[in-house]
């Protein structure tokens, strides 16, 4: 299974960004019924957990990113999304697309996000 993020950039705060992360050598139904996560890993800090929309459908967010983060997926195009609003400076790290489920837990290269003030 390969992971290709994209969507990363320099933007202002107050601005948005959309993340995608596109799954290959993956069959449909096991992506589909995979649990998937974006993480982000600012500098000097751990990586953390930012929002994951379970194998069941149910979604999760970081307390910092509830009501401007939105995880979704297109299991027919096999990727999933993070659209982000109203981004602030704190947001700025590096954003990381995970999938795990039965073919087992994969990770994305990384999309640097910049939010300036």
């Known amino acids: 299974v390969q992971l290709q993020a994209s969507g990363g950039g320099s933007v202002q705060a107050g601005g948005s960004l959309k993340l995608s992360c596109k799954a290959s050598?993956?069959?449909?139904?096991?992506?589909?019924?995979?649990?998937m996560g974006w993480y982000r890993q600012a500098p000097g800090k751990q990586r953390e957990l930012v929002a994951e929309l379970t194998s069941g459908g149910s979604t999760n967010y970081q307390d910092s990113v509830k009501g401007r983060f939105t995880i979704s997926k297109n299991n027919a195009r096999k990727t999933v999304y993070l659209q982000m609003n109203s981004l602030e400076p704190e947001d700025t790290a590096v954003y990381y697309c995970?999938?795990?489920?039965?073919?087992?837990?994969?990770w994305g290269q990384g999309t640097q996000v910049t939010v300036s003030s």
């Open positions: 995970n999938i795990e489920g039965a073919s087992g837990n994969y």
């Open positions: 050598q993956i069959i449909l139904s096991v992506f589909s019924s995979s649990r």
